[in-house]
């Protein structure tokens, strides 16, 4: 372009602003190019003709496009015409095979396979966990690569790094998040095969860490009357009474909502669990009553179990396992202890049968032809045993510790 044709100057276009016209407004620069001023912002347009027909281009909005941006824009558009190219039908296809490119490598195929599956299947806080694990050791070195040109030493040399920091586990997490991507992409017709299984049993064995928890009766006699005397807040203390009696994950307890609960059919219906499906919850009258005191102090927020410091969010984390650690229970019992705890005592001493039990730990329970039962299976058999396992930890408390299994007292 010649000097002639370049008419505005940065300090023109940076006063040139909707409110100085009060109107939209066009300031042209030359050779096609000009300023678009409307209420919404400014945004630099290049008018020209190309098959007979006047065509516009847009070449970004000031102030993150600067006038000598637009002009280099508008000089390579021109530069597109001389060789008969139209620059809009240019740019849309580069675009598409931008999508193309990004669709075939890691990063685009482990995106995509978040958003419309991973995130579906596991809880609110796993999600965006795995998210992070991708995002700090696969994309580094895997992220632009074409899926079909990733083998099993790329992918080792990760996993290796990761456990020459002496985090085996975390190792392990990724080949799997790295595996079900893969999986993906095979069943979406962009990889052949799944590279990760060629890595079976190559690291060493995870370090298995099982969250601390009390199994037998006068253990577990001697924690709940440990937390009867805890002193902390009155949501954490509520929350912590009923821990024991649900033993759902700390997750789904702290995410619970006033609008879940059905007072009239005693049950508590989660939105989604681990596993990403819904769970009926039948909640004993022990259950209730707890809750009846929480709806006394946070019955007109969002949350049954509120966080302290407010702005709308439910109760932290690590409230329920601060709470046991001031009782001296560090090590003894954990805030995922008590799903061990009653799993342990209602298969061996009361007698519930595993599926009906697994199911009320939202669990993923199939039948014998592998189709996962819906969220309201055994309910009936659910509410009698959530009942029996709370009266037996009631019973655990009175003098005595008449620990006689409840399943069993009633056949006799």
């Known amino acids: 372009m010649t000097r002639a044709a370049n008419k505005l100057t940065e300090t023109a276009v940076k006063h040139?602003?909707?409110?100085?016209?009060?109107?939209?407004?066009?300031?042209?620069?030359?050779?096609?190019?000009?300023?678009?001023?409307?209420?919404?912002?400014?945004?630099?347009?290049?008018?020209?003709?190309?098959?007979?027909?006047?065509?516009?281009?847009?070449?970004?909005?000031?102030?993150?496009?600067?006038?000598?941006?637009?002009?280099?824009?508008?000089d390579e558009a021109k530069r597109l015409l001389a060789d008969n190219i139209d620059p809009v039908t240019h740019r849309q296809r580069e675009k598409a095979e931008r999508?193309?490119?990004?669709?075939t490598t890691f990063k685009g195929i482990a995106l995509e396979w978040l958003e419309h599956v991973h995130k579906k299947n596991v809880g609110a806080t796993t999600y965006p966990k795995n998210k992070?694990?991708?995002e700090m050791y696969a994309y580094p070195k895997l992220g632009r690569r074409p899926m079909a040109e990733i083998e099993p030493p790329d992918v080792l040399a990760i996993l290796r790094e990761i456990e020459g920091k002496g985090h085996v586990d975390n190792a392990h997490r990724l080949k799997t998040l790295i595996g079900q991507v893969f999986r993906y992409a095979v069943s979406t017709g962009r990889a052949t095969r799944d590279v990760t299984a060629d890595?079976?049993?190559?690291?060493?064995?995870?370090?298995v860490k099982h969250h601390a928890a009390v199994t037998t009766p006068d253990e577990i006699a001697d924690m709940l009357k440990k937390?009867?005397?805890?002193?902390?807040?009155?949501?954490v203390c509520l929350a912590l009474k009923l821990s024991p009696y649900l033993f759902l994950r700390p997750g789904n307890l702290r995410h619970m909502r006033?609008?879940?609960?059905?007072?009239?059919?005693?049950?508590?219906?989660?939105?989604?669990?681990?596993?990403?499906e819904p769970l009926v919850v039948p909640l004993a009258r022990q259950a209730i009553d707890l809750l009846k005191e929480l709806q006394e102090l946070?019955?007109?927020?969002?949350w049954v179990f509120p966080s302290g410091a407010g702005k709308g969010r439910p109760m932290s984390e690590n409230a329920i396992t601060g709470a046991l650690n001031r009782l001296e229970l560090q090590g003894i019992m954990s805030a995922h202890g008590f799903r061990a705890m009653a799993k342990t005592v209602l298969t061996e001493r009361l007698g519930f049968r595993t599926e009906i039990i697994e199911m009320q730990m939202a669990h993923r329970v199939r039948d014998v032809h592998g189709r996962a039962y819906n969220r309201t299976t055994w309910l009936p058999e659910r509410q009698a045993m959530m009942q029996q396992w709370a009266d037996y930890l009631d019973n655990l408390k009175k003098p005595g510790n008449n620990v006689t299994p409840i399943h069993q007292a009633a056949s006799e």
């Open 16 to 74: 040139a602003t909707f409110s100085k016209y009060g109107k939209r407004t066009k300031l042209a620069d030359g050779a096609g190019l000009y300023l678009d001023i409307q209420k919404a912002g400014r945004y630099w347009r290049l008018k020209y003709r190309y098959g007979g027909k006047e065509k516009l281009l847009a070449l970004g909005v000031y102030p993150d496009v600067s006038l000598k941006e637009a002009r280099a824009k508008r």
């Open 99 to 103: 999508v193309e490119a990004t669709a």
């Open 132 to 134: 992070r694990r991708l």
């Open 199 to 207: 890595l079976r049993g190559i690291l060493p064995a995870p370090n």
């Open 227 to 235: 937390i009867d005397t805890y002193w902390g807040s009155p949501t």
């Open 258 to 276: 006033w609008e879940e609960i059905d007072w009239d059919a005693a049950t508590w219906t989660t939105d989604t669990t681990k596993n990403g």
């Open 298 to 302: 946070n019955g007109n927020r969002e």
